[in-house]
């Protein structure tokens, strides 16, 4: 382990909730990523700043839908949900949800990763459907 | 082996699996892992490769203290979840849901995997929330009946 890895104790938490998990660090970030249900998921911390630390996921949005409805479908959501944050990546056509927090240490994190982990789960799930309903 | 390729495909969509021998034969297998705080179990039998048993346990509520009460819920649920069968346990402290899931084969089954445990998560916390229902509903009409004998509705 490396002194200055603070993502170590988010190795833990997702150990507890029985996944498995592969480290991708550089330089300037640490990284974590793992599969739950099969959807992929990510952890990025940054070696100059241990007080923060990101959690989130990635989807590609389908082919018919209009980024215009895209962002206001994630506007809602950010208007409502608590803890994540839905962001729409024009270029790339993604939607990208997260939760950034600020801790003293990533141990705080741990006894609330599985709750975190639902909240992306279900806001990513409304997000899709809530397009779905614009659709029908 | 049929448990090996279950065991591979949990892996692969990100999860530990435990697999355990089932009795003294080498037949029946065992496979755990833990999903959204749950723990799960895949019971196989190389001998009945097309038919798969998942299974999970939760505790019955501590304020459901009576074992009528509790089986009602779990009869009521079942109602909407026919393909669930659920069993007391532990002196009713806990219930266990199982689905048992006949396939064409391995692959159909792993096909719908996740859709077979979120089905089986809903039947759980479906049963769950039916007990602790009931117990809210006596207490509240417990409530009532004491206002109502001092005159207070």
Same mark, same amino acid.
């Given at each position: 382990?490396? =002194? ?6 988010? =190795? ?29 998921? %990510? ?11 990101? *959690? ?8 018919? #839908? ?21 962001? *729409? ?48 | 082996?049929?448990?090996?390729? *279950?065991?591979?495909?949990? &892996? ?14 080498? &037949?029946?297998? =065992? ?8 723990? %799960? ?39 909407? %979840? ?34 077979? #445990? ?9 049963? #769950? ?25």
């Amino acid at each position: 382990m490396n =002194e200055a890895d603070h993502l170590v104790p988010i =190795e833990a938490a997702i150990e507890d909730e029985g996944l498995l998990f592969t480290r991708d660090n550089d330089e300037e970030a640490l990284r974590i990523t793992f599969k739950s249900e099969g959807d992929r998921y %990510f952890v990025v911390g940054y070696r100059d700043d241990p007080n923060f630390v990101m *959690i989130g996921s990635g989807w590609a949005l389908p082919a018919d #839908v209009e980024l215009q409805e895209a962002s206001v479908a994630a506007n809602a959501l950010n208007v409502r949900k608590k803890f994540v944050k839905t962001a *729409i990546w024009d270029e790339e056509r993604d939607a990208l949800f997260t939760v950034e927090l600020c801790v003293s240490s990533a141990d705080e994190i741990r006894p609330h990763f599985g709750r975190l982990l639902d909240a992306l789960r279900d806001t990513a799930i409304e997000f899709f459907s809530d397009l779905r309903e614009d659709h029908a | 082996m049929v448990r090996d390729r *279950i065991a591979r495909f949990i &892996e692969g969509e990100g999860h530990r699996v435990e697999t355990a021998a089932v009795g003294d034969t080498e &037949e029946l297998a =065992e496979l755990v892992f833990r999903t959204r705080g749950q723990t %799960f179990s895949v019971a196989v039998s190389d001998a009945d490769p097309q038919r798969f048993s998942l299974s999970t346990a939760y505790e019955v509520p501590t304020e459901v203290r009576d074992r009528t009460q509790a089986s009602d819920a779990l009869r009521d649920v079942e109602v909407d %979840f026919p393909e669930t069968r659920f069993t007391l346990a532990h002196d009713d402290t806990i219930f266990i849901a199982t689905v048992e899931y006949d396939a064409l084969d391995v692959e159909a089954f792993l096909e719908n995997f996740w859709e077979i #445990v979120g089905r089986l998560r809903d039947s759980g916390t479906g049963a #769950v929330e039916r007990m602790v229902d009931r117990s809210e509903s006596k207490a509240a009409a417990d409530k009532f009946i004491r206002q109502f004998m001092k005159g207070d509705r």
